[in-house]
């Protein structure tokens, strides 16, 4: 069966494309995406620990006493990387907050690009504790939240050592 012609003209021409063609054309391109979106995913990479993303407490095992530092970060697909916003505690839950947005006047490169932030948490009293990282837009979308997990651990609240003054005369 014959296909009538569309009613687009050809760009520069007067001629009219056949709709075979122009359903050729479309269904190719598809396909070729397709398979190379299906290629990328399936192709075995010696690498692909880098594409998780992860929450690192500094230091490792923090007591009281230690200032706590919350490090994120991972890959992101385009250059519009997460950035720090804010943080809140609510119990044994530390929040924090990153906005994933281009700037003013600026476009996002549609590369994988790696990101990470630190933000301190201070001291925090002993116990177990929840790391939740929420990644927003401001156009409204919000990712899947990152999770990480942590004790704090009692210890020596620092010590001041006063010792006397001794003056000599010599």
Known sequence: MELPLACLPCPGRD??????EIMTRNVVAFLSIGLLIVT??????????????????????????????????????????PRYYYHSIYGNTVM????????????????????EFATSVGHLPA??????????????WECSPIFGYFNVLPGAESIRLYLPLVVTSG
């Open 15 to 20: 001629d009219l494309i056949p709709i075979s």
């Open 40 to 81: 990328t995913l399936l192709t075995p990479s010696s690498s692909t620990a880098q594409w998780d993303d992860y929450v690192v407490i500094q230091p490792p095992q923090p007591t009281e006493a230690d200032e706590i530092y919350i490090v994120v970060g991972g890959m992101w697909t385009n250059s519009c990387i």
């Open 96 to 115: 924090i907050y990153a906005v994933a947005d281009a700037p003013p006047g600026v476009f996002c490169a549609m590369v994988i690009t790696a990101w």
């Open 127 to 140: 116990g177990s504790y929840t790391v939740e990282l929420r990644i927003f837009s401001l156009w409204g």
